[in-house]
């Protein structure tokens, strides 16, 4: 029933949110029910069961944004991908410092708390190194909370933009025989490619990657079909409010407040540092805010998806964020151990 529950009050948050006309409703208005769910002790929870379609749905989704022209734009993008690297770096030892100080954490649950990777894997290397695994899940959880609220709301406000829906998508109805054929294909090969080739977040990134190179290849143009597209958001959203369920509240109000304090001035910073290599490199500065915010791959993604900007430049940049994280992230905390060079 647990599942049961946490959906139907995503779905009620979600349609109040697309009823006001507020930026991202599905899945912003999800995450607010559930999350205000939580704080009332509800048990709430979204099992992957339910979670693992819809990272499939979002990566053949992320897919078909790509064009054949975008292998040649790679070396274009250097000088975003190096300012992501240099972001990166110095919000993660600022993370570090501040999760150490303040809540006192321990080395490996401040350490792997800052870092801005996937939560399942930071969780994950936490756990190895003998951290607080509870802590640094609901760290990341609320800074996925913060940024993906503050950026639909400040671009918004400066653009008016309304975020409501999916550039492309149509019904399922309208969908072609073959073009459903191409879209199962990219999700099964995706899938089961993504696994064997052992990739961060293979459910959406092999999907994602079959997807583009079917898109590539010009054998369709289809996108997933809106119902999906919906369907995606609602359980994305409510998955991260429910988090917030098994936690205590005094856990979450502290983590909310360090949360808050420290990816504030993270997204200042991100959206002034975006602006000035977009200036420099003739980027769209809202793609480059999106790729440099510490967020969740599929939280970014998804208002990538709904301001129908670069999503392969986006995407792109996030993938070098995983990537980056998952590779250099463990070997730096051990390094630094090695060395006995506590952390702050």
């Not at 993008?77 to 150490?100: D, K, Q």
């Not at 961060?200 to 079917?214: E, T």
């Not at 602006?275 to 980027?283: Q, T």
Request: charged fraction near 10%; proline fraction near 7%.
């Amino acid at each position: 029933m647990k599942p049961v529950l946490t959906l139907s009050i995503a779905a009620l948050g979600g349609g109040a949110f697309y009823l006001l006309h507020l930026p991202l409703p599905w899945m912003l208005g999800a995450m607010a029910a559930t999350a205000c769910g939580s704080l009332l002790k509800l048990n709430l929870s979204v099992p992957a069961k339910l979670r693992n379609p819809t990272m499939i749905v979002l990566g053949l989704m992320l897919g078909t944004g790509f064009t054949p022209e975008v292998p040649g734009r790679l070396l274009d993008w250097w000088p975003g991908l190096l300012a992501l690297t240099v972001y990166m770096t110095v919000a993660i030892w600022v993370g570090t410092l501040w999760y150490s100080r303040k809540l006192g954490c321990d080395a490996p649950t401040a350490y792997y708390a800052a870092v801005p990777g996937g939560l399942s894997e930071m969780v994950a290397m936490a756990m190895a190194e003998k951290g607080d695994e509870g802590l640094v899940s609901i760290l990341h959880t609320l800074r996925v909370m913060v940024v993906a609220a503050l950026v639909p709301w400040g671009i918004r406000l400066s653009q008016g933009l309304p975020l409501t829906g999916m550039p492309g998508s149509s019904s399922i109805l309208d969908l072609s025989i073959p073009d459903a054929g191409f879209l199962a294909l990219g999700a099964g090969l995706g899938a089961v490619a993504g696994k064997l080739l052992r990739l961060p977040a293979y459910l959406l990134v092999g999907p994602m990657l079959a997807s583009a190179i079917i898109s590539m290849a010009g054998l369709t143009g289809a996108h997933p079909p809106s119902e999906l597209i919906v369907i995606t958001q609602l359980v994305l959203g409510g998955a991260v409010g429910a988090r917030l369920a098994s936690v205590e509240l005094a856990v979450i109000k502290r983590g909310l407040w360090a949360s808050l304090v420290l990816t504030v001035p993270m997204v200042i910073v991100a959206a002034l540092l975006a602006w000035g290599i977009s200036e420099l490199a003739g980027f769209d500065h809202f793609a480059m805010l999106l790729s440099l915010m510490p967020g969740g791959l599929g939280e970014m993604t998804l208002i990538a998806l709904a301001m129908n900007i670069d999503v392969p430049f986006v995407v792109t940049h996030h993938m070098m964020r995983m990537t980056l994280v998952m590779l250099a992230a463990p070997l730096v905390f051990r390094w630094m151990r090695g060395r006995q060079r506590p952390l702050p």
